[in-house]
């Protein structure tokens, strides 16, 4: 099981990221418009790097629902591999068959 401290932080990103998602969109627009003056595109520029950090969607880290667990998740479960294991065993997960031979 992870840390409960790095997954309510993790749970906070992912919050401030479809917070600002956005007005984030908008202003990276703005900065790539090469139409726009080069005034209106640094001013986008500075707004953007006011925004706070964990407001962007690189900085959040898939995790597994079950553990919390960082490494080896599979993104279409959402789930890691020790978990995914753990219940395939316990026959909690459909399709699933436990291989032995």
Do not use: T
């Not at 703005?30 to 520029?45: C, G, I, P, Y």
């Not at 959040?60 to 959402?78: A, D, F, I, Q």
């Not at 020790?82 to 399709?95: D, E, K, T």
């Amino acid at each position: 099981m992870a840390k409960k401290s790095a997954i309510e932080k993790n749970l906070k990103r992912r919050k401030l990221s479809s917070q600002y998602a956005s007005k984030r969109e908008a202003l990276k627009a703005l900065v790539k418009d090469k139409s726009a003056s080069l005034e209106d595109r640094f001013n986008a520029q500075l707004k953007l790097a006011e925004l706070p950090r964990n407001s962007s969607p690189v900085r959040v880290r898939n995790r597994c629902e079950v553990s919390g667990r960082p490494r080896g998740y599979y993104r279409k479960l959402k789930l890691s591999r020790v978990a995914l294991r753990q219940l395939g065993s316990h026959g909690q997960v459909p399709g699933m068959v436990k291989s032995s031979w």
